[in-house]
């Protein structure tokens, strides 16, 4: 069983309190690792180092060694990326091509694109005229925030925890990060990645631990805490934006989301099929960015139906290290407490299930894993909680449309606003909606298609403020402006 300690001023560290808690695989409930859960003390002393390091050698690098640095980092994550790998499957359970192909290589690429912006970024200058006609010139410059509060979820928790981190750090700012208590594991290995490759030391810490009453609060509230940048559910932002209040703290949040897919019957009918099924299935369904409600245009609805039904009914469940397998557990048993209760709530509202809608039979060295069936419902109103409320669950409702303005309005009656996909062969049609859908990220013909460039993030209750590309400098980095008389 691993023993994850917390990592500060570049040592691992466990409490003072001696209080631990365990962590449990999903794939089969047994205990894998033994977290010291960080206390006051031990987020006191993280901030401390975080902040010290920023007026040692940490403040003082010039830009260029700063990104000679983070493109070490994501060297050093390619060179362990089998740790990395192996790492993130213990604490997720999900499939090992998840990993390689997505979650991992994002990690490292989260350094380096923000290393390389950091790099190239320009400031703004204006000449100004004065009475003396000799004029004024004013120029910004950027300075690091001071110490981030990184609160990061568990559903990818490597790539949207270095998604903060890399930016946060290229801008020379230094961190605190709280992972989730379900995934701690590869936030611990890039403290030794951080060692390896020189890091100063206070740059980078993590503490370990809950929410509330524990280190996520602690950090939250913390007065020498400069700016908190969250990912996590919409009601966790809403208790963070109070304490942040404290002190008129900086906040940056990616938050819930109840995704419309909507499907024209002019799409790629096979492309629209395989799209929906990654959008509302990858990673179990645990995806921010994930459809849960689908809206097909009437002509192709029950063809539409049963081939996702076909798609679905072939998933493959099992180990994550096993050949063949594509489909994971639940992160856990509350968390699977929580998606069933759903499915109890779909039954009560009259769904008709098309297919899934309880716990699948598993081998018994399996079977106390958090393991739920793939499940889609029609025939629910639009006023369901199961198409209100966010799941975050392997499921999705499916509902016909007769016109573009009926689908927009359905996709608009939300109070979230984090994204959509589109499937047509349509373009004036595909910018006509994208338009008018009220969401941070539209995709068309595709979906979680990422360039680390763009800005991410939601609208309404799905988050505040933009972080990608130099949307992330608005946030980890505070510009000035200054006025030279000539
Ligand atoms: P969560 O809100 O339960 O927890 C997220 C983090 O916040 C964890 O580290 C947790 O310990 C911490 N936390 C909880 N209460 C806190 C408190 N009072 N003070 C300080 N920290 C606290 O979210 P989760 O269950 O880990 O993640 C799933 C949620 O995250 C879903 O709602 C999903 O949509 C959302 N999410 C959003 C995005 C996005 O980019 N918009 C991305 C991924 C996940
Ligand atoms: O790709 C990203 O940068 C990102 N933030 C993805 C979010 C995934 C949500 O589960």
């Not at 213990?90 to 290589?105: K, L, N, W, Y």
């Not at 009601?235 to 990616?254: H, L, N, P, Q, Y």
């Not at 309005?409 to 984090?418: F, M, P, Q, T, V």
């Amino acid at each position: 069983m691993r023993q994850i300690d917390n990592f500060i001023n570049g040592e691992f560290i466990a409490s003072g309190s001696g209080r631990r808690f365990e962590k449990r695989s999903p794939v089969d409930n047994q205990v894998i690792a033994s977290i010291a859960e960080a206390g006051q003390a031990e987020v006191d002393q993280a901030v401390a180092a975080a902040k010290n390091a920023l007026s040692g050698e940490w403040g003082q690098i010039s830009t260029n060694e700063r990104v000679d640095l983070l493109y070490g980092v994501a060297d050093e994550i390619t060179r362990r990326f089998d740790d990395f790998v192996s790492a993130e499957m213990a604490d997720t359970g999900q499939p090992r091509h998840v990993m390689t192909h997505a979650f991992i290589p994002r990690g490292a690429a989260n350094f380096k694109v923000f290393a390389d912006i950091i790099k190239n970024v320009p400031t703004e200058s204006f000449h100004m005229d004065t009475p003396d006609g000799k004029g004024a010139l004013n120029y910004g410059i950027r300075v690091p925030k001071g110490v981030i509060g990184v609160i990061a979820p568990w559903n990818a928790p490597f790539l949207l925890m270095t998604w903060k981190v890399g930016p946060a750090l290229a801008c020379g700012n230094t961190v605190v990060v709280k992972p989730s208590e379900e995934t701690p594991l590869t936030a611990t290995l890039l403290g030794e990645v951080m060692n390896k490759v020189g890091m100063p030391k206070g740059v980078y810490n993590v503490v370990n631990g809950f929410g509330p009453d524990s280190a996520g609060e602690f950090v939250t509230r913390h007065n020498d805490v400069d700016a908190i940048t969250f990912t996590g559910e919409t009601r966790t932002g809403s208790t963070i934006m109070k304490a942040a209040s404290d002190g008129i703290r900086d906040v940056s949040f990616e938050m819930g989301g109840k995704n419309a897919g909507i499907v024209f019957a002019d799409c790629d009918f096979d492309k629209a099929v395989d799209g929906i099924f990654r959008s509302a299935f990858l990673n179990t369904g645990q995806v921010c960015l994930g459809t849960e409600r689908v809206y097909v245009e009437r002509p192709i609805f029950e063809k539409f139906v049963a081939a996702l039904k076909d798609k679905v009914e072939s998933v493959n469940l099992g180990r994550p290290t096993d050949e063949g397998v594509n489909y994971g557990p639940l992160i856990s048993q509350e968390h699977r407490g929580k998606v069933l209760s759903y499915y109890q709530k779909a039954k009560d509202d009259g769904a008709t299930i098309v297919t899934g809608g309880g716990i699948p039979d598993m081998p018994a060295e399996l079977a106390e894993g958090a393991w739920i069936q793939p499940t889609i419902w029609t025939d629910l109103p639009e006023s369901s909680a199961i198409i209100q409320e966010e799941i975050f669950g392997p499921c999705c409702h499916i509902r016909p449309f007769d016109s573009e303005a009926e689908v927009i309005d359905l996709a608009n009656a939300s109070d979230y606003g984090l994204s959509t996909t589109i499937w047509t062969e349509n373009l004036t049609r595909a910018h006509r909606v994208a338009a008018r859908v009220e969401v941070g990220i539209t995709w068309v013909n595709s979906w979680f298609l990422r360039d680390l460039r763009t800005a991410f993030g939601g609208a309404k209750q799905s988050g505040i403020g933009r972080e990608g590309g130099v949307h992330s400098l608005e946030f980890y980095t505070e510009m000035r402006n200054v006025c030279i008389k000539m």
